[in-house]
Each structure stands twice: as C-alpha cells, then as structure tokens.
C-alpha cells in the first residue's frame, strides 16, 4: 500500500491549507484514516481521523473546530482541511491507513496504524 501525502506550505497565522492524502494499493474504503503531525524532537502526535465511510470522526483538542477531515472513497482521497492556522501548527504532518477495528480510543493512536504516507510540512509563520 501506498500512501501519498500533498498540500503543505508556508502560511500565515490565520490562514488556510487542504492536506490530501492517496492511497493506492489497498482496499481504501474499507479501512480508517488518521492525520498526525511531528516536529522534530518530538513525538508523532494525533490530529484526526476518520472510520471506513465517514460517519465517525475524532479531532485532537487543539485542533476541533478548526480542522476538518474528510474521505472520499471513490477517489481513494483522504483531506484535512485547516483553517485559522496558528504558529504552534507548524509541523511534518502524516496521513495513515488502519486495517485494525478501532475503538475511539484506537483511532488516536499513531501504533494501530501499519501504513504511513511520508510526511507533508506545513509551516505557519506569525
């Protein structure tokens, strides 16, 4: 499976960006998505997610309200949509596969997902 990751860029605080993610190589539509984000240093932290048709998603509280995540199955397309961005936003952010059967709590682990895009950089200057 195959996990491409696009969109990142250089965005004031206070602006917007659309991460995409394309999976091929996989039964995409019947299987969950997860953003995460790392800065160097750090560890890989959760952002979103989403089950296998969309009807479930969960935020990390640092981004709910502001960051929207969205799949299209027919395009095998994951999004994050970002707005009101903020300086402390700025990161390597990675799109990825589950095949497991998660609970809430399984989503927002970044260890129950076997598949990682590599890794798109969004920095956000203040």
């Known amino acids: 499976v195959q996990l491409q990751a696009s969109g990142g860029g250089l965005v004031r605080a206070g602006g917007s960006l659309r991460l995409s993610c394309v999976v091929s190589?996989?039964?995409?539509?019947?299987?969950?998505m997860g953003w995460f984000r790392q800065v160097p240093g750090t560890g890989r932290e959760f952002v979103a997610a989403?089950?296998?048709?969309?009807?479930?998603?969960y935020y990390a509280d640092s981004v709910k309200g502001r960051f929207t995540i969205s799949r299209d199955n027919a395009k095998n397309t994951v999004w994050l949509q970002m707005i009101s961005l903020k300086p402390e936003d700025t990161a390597l952010y990675y799109c990825?596969?589950?095949?497991?059967?998660?609970?809430?709590?399984?989503?927002?682990?970044?260890?129950?997902?076997?598949?990682w895009g590599q890794g798109t950089l969004v920095t956000v200057s203040s």
């Open positions: 989403i089950n296998w048709n969309g009807d479930r998603t």
């Open positions: 990825a596969q589950s095949t497991r059967f998660l609970g809430e709590l399984g989503y927002k682990h970044f260890e129950e997902y076997e598949a």
């Open positions: 190589g996989s039964a995409f539509s019947s299987y969950a």
